[in-house]
């Protein structure tokens, strides 16, 4: 895949050591992109060269803002001239527990890592990307639209990506930048063996008046995770959708990945509020009004 001046298009993915960014990272180098794919490990670094020929890994952490410098510096110092044809917003933890005992340090981290980091990456690309009038591909997800019950910080900061999304893709119009957001449902990927840790520590560290009041409510949340994770389809889905926005002719604005996804999405716009608690309450089996 060439660019006008003849060389190859080169994207930036963040996030890449597994899962979703690992995918977009491979489909991207498929379609012949120079892709650089931010890691925080050597070890990953290491097993992106070795997953496909393309893959340039570049160190960020998109909550530091000299990472983020310094990749930037190195991705520009790669391009030279030429400027970036995409940029994958795809970095994300999720952060969970009910929101009376969620921690807030925890809740901060959610945010930074979710949302700010993804604005201040976009920030330090968006010279390069408007030199080569590249796009940008958002990752969102389903709980962007439909809020969960005991993953409120999570959903919020894919709400406030949504926000962000429709934003900057009128803001940056003028310079026929693209900005597309992706809304996966579940996708089979190490993030559900973390929310399994983060669901131990939340149990951990509830207060003694937490843990009494919102016991059934975790037992409740573990089981929807392990339906969750046993259900979750291949990440491959996403990256197709990821790179769809970055060279269709017609990129769509957001991208539903999977039939959760899709069902939700309808169930959000149509069903009234009330009769939606009640079925989120009875799919999650969480404990009922007495
Ligand atoms: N899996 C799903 O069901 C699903 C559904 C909808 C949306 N999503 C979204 O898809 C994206 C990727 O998630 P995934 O499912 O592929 O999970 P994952 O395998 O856990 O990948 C998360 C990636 O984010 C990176 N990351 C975390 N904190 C970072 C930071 N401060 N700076 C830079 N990178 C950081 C991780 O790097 P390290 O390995 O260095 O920690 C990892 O590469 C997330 O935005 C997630 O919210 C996932």
Redesign the pocket.
Known sequence: MNSTNGSRRAAVV?????????AAAVELAGRGFEVFA????DA?AQALREAAAGITPVT?????AASIAAARASVEAALGERGLAGLVN?????VGGPLEFVGIDGLRRQF???VI?QIAVTQAFLPAIRRARGRIVN?????GRMATPFVGP?SAS?HAMEALTDALRIELRPWGIGVSIV??????????D?ARTMTDEIERDLPPEGAALYANAVVAMRGFLEE?AKS?IP?ER?AKAVAHALTSRRPKTRYLVGADARMQAVAAAVVPDRLLDRLVVSQLRLPRRP
């Open positions: 963040t996030g890449a050591s597994t899962g979703i960014g690992k931010g890691v925080r490990r990953d960020l952490d998109v909550t530091d795809n970095a994300g933890i999720g930074e890592v979710n980091g990752m969102g997800s389903i709980s999570y894919k809304e996966p449902g579940a996708i089979d990927t190490p993030i559900w973390k969750q979750g990440p996403v």
